[in-house]
């Protein structure tokens, strides 16, 4: 990815599921952690955007809209992910305050943190050239 894209725009959604699928450490990952997870941001310049982590059977797919069936939700507004994203904010801190919303299984996310750390690659390669 070389263009700037707009943060959770279908071009920041589409260029962050290339990198997942570029990545060989997410897919190694992938294969001892089964998890989905719908993500839903209110209040952005795009209208309220969904989007999801579906990891199952060591394949993972991230794309608009949310999972078939979820794990995990979470739910914050547009200024607390931008915070989020930007490192302005501290996403436990945004969770302990309520800022971001969750429902489903909380064991769940604590099992498959190896995933979400692999994430992370991708997440600031992609945030490094994202207009927020």
């Known amino acids: 990815m070389s263009a ?3 943060y959770l725009s279908q071009e920041w959604i589409d260029a962050v599921a290339s990198g997942i699928k570029l990545s060989n450490a997410i897919a190694t990952v992938a294969r001892d952690n089964a998890i989905a997870v719908t ?3 209110t209040g952005t310049p795009h209208g309220d955007v969904t989007y999801h982590l ?3 059977d060591g ?3 991230f794309a ?4 078939l069936v979820s794990d995990i939700a979470f739910t914050q507004d547009w200024q607390t992910a931008v915070g989020v994203a930007t490192g302005k904010i501290n996403a ?11 429902k ?3 064991e769940k996310v604590i ?3 190896p995933l979400f750390v692999a994430l992370d690659v991708v997440f600031s390669a992609v945030n490094a050239l994202t207009n927020f």
Do not use: L, W, Y
């Not at 608009?64 to 999972?67: F, K, R, V």
């Open 59 to 61: 394949v993972v797919n």
């Open 92 to 102: 436990q801190e945004a969770f302990i305050s309520g800022k971001i919303r969750f």
């Open 54 to 56: 579906e990891s199952r």
């Open 39 to 41: 993500q839903v941001v």
């Open 104 to 106: 489903g299984d909380h």
């Open 111 to 113: 099992a498959t943190q």
């Open 4 to 6: 700037r894209v707009d």
């Open 64 to 67: 608009a809209g949310p999972a």
